[in-house]
């Protein structure tokens, strides 16, 4: 791997490894990022302090940290790189259509949001989507993607984000299969009934369902387990239980009368879901068409 020069004309590489070492915690993961080794980034830092004459870093064989004035450069740092990402695109941008791969990390759930990403891809036939559905916590920045969809709370001080939209898990069932068990009236009722749970991937855990029970009412019953919500849904239709489900992925089920919401008034439940970015990126076309259209046509009804 290639050193990191000390020439006048370097800076911009000192302060850029500075940056990405800064935001990931890391040389290693900052050297993999700028594709040099990391004991290239830690020179590259050091010379830094020793020109500057300020300590930017503290360092320990598990992390380094910011100093106060390290904190302090690195807005300026990334004010400065914005800029020069800006200035280039904004030339790239006399070019025309958005265009360049864009890699894309989605939850497993997100296979139900292929009819929105295809119009995306029919819409801007340029840029080529890398998509990776996965209901890990990816790392944005450590792993390189372009931006990610996520459901939950964010609190990664390094990325972007914008709202996509809310959705709610509620409990439905086929009109066939309530015909023939009967419809539950109270969360107990669901003793006697056949219910479709959905198990986390990654923990291995089912999904609760967001019930309001009462102390001491039995635990719900589990008929069949499937860790994508897609089998659920054909099971539901199937006739075959009760499943918990999000809206946004049987709207036109309830619309046409394929499945029918069940114990909706004890039921509590709101989702969001959110693109995110590193903050460091200045948004380039193909980010900014991606960001706008997703949040434009995901939860239109």
Avoid at 185 to 203: M, N, Q
Wanted: proline residues 6%; charged residues 25%.
């Amino acid at each position: 791997m290639s050193e990191i020069g000390e020439s006048p004309v370097d800076s911009l590489h000192a302060f850029n490894a500075f940056m990405r070492a800064a935001e990931a915690r890391s040389f290693t993961v900052a050297g993999r990022q700028l594709g040099v080794s990391s004991s290239a980034i830690g020179k590259a830092i050091a010379r830094l302090e020793e020109r500057v004459g300020v300590r930017l870093m503290h360092r320990s064989t598990r992390a380094i940290t910011l100093t106060a004035e390290g904190a302090r450069f690195l807005e300026r740092c990334r004010r400065i790189f914005s800029e020069i990402e800006a200035a280039e695109l904004e030339l790239a941008q006399t070019q025309g259509t958005p265009r360049g791969k864009l890699r894309v990390s989605l939850p497993l759930a997100g296979m139900l949001m292929m009819p929105t990403l295809t119009a995306f891809m029919q819409a801007h036939p340029a840029i080529a989507l890398d998509l990776d559905f996965t209901d890990r916590l990816v790392d944005v920045v450590e792993e390189g993607f372009d931006v990610v969809v996520r459901a939950g709370a964010v609190s990664d001080s390094r990325l972007m984000m914008r709202v996509l939209g809310s959705f709610r898990l509620g409990l439905v069932a086929s009109p066939r299969y309530l015909a023939q068990r009967g419809t539950p009236r109270t969360p107990a009722d669901l003793a006697g009934h056949a219910c479709l749970h959905h198990r986390y991937a990654t923990s291995g855990k089912l999904e609760p369902w967001p019930l309001r029970r009462g102390p001491g009412e039995p635990d719900i019953p589990v008929a069949a387990v499937a860790n994508t919500i897609e089998p659920l849904i054909a099971m539901a239709e199937a006739g075959l239980g009760i499943a918990c489900l999000p809206d946004f992925a049987i709207r036109r089920q309830l619309a046409d009368g394929r499945l029918c919401a069940v114990l909706a008034e004890h039921t509590e439940h709101e989702g969001t879901f959110r693109l995110l970015w590193p903050s460091s990126r200045y948004m380039s076309p193909k980010l900014r068409v991606f960001v706008d259209f997703m949040a434009r046509h995901l939860f239109a009804q």
